[in-house]
């Protein structure tokens, strides 16, 4: 039971001070900088054909690059 309760105590901390931060307008969490694409790979996974959301968004974007 003591573990439990220390436990619950530690979790109640941090979202407590998840909470601090979001009161005093913190940026908040980005990614990262680099990912997938800095590895040289335009889809999730590697795979070699992109799903048909991705495709969607490429074509759009060459349709807007050509007007």
Same mark, same amino acid.
């Given at each position: ?15 407590? #001070? %998840?909470?601090?931060?979001?009161? *005093? =307008?913190? @940026? ?9 694409? #800095? %590895?040289?790979?335009?889809?999730? *996974? =590697?795979? @070699? ?19």
């Amino acid at each position: 039971m003591n573990t439990f309760l220390i436990t619950l105590l530690v979790v109640g901390l941090v979202i407590l #001070a %998840m909470a601090i931060g979001v009161l *005093f =307008g913190r @940026k908040p969490i980005a990614g990262s900088c680099g990912g997938l694409g #800095a %590895m040289g790979q335009d889809c999730e *996974f =590697g795979c @070699k054909k992109p799903c048909s959301k991705r495709q969607a968004r490429a074509l759009a974007a060459q349709a807007e690059q050509q007007h």
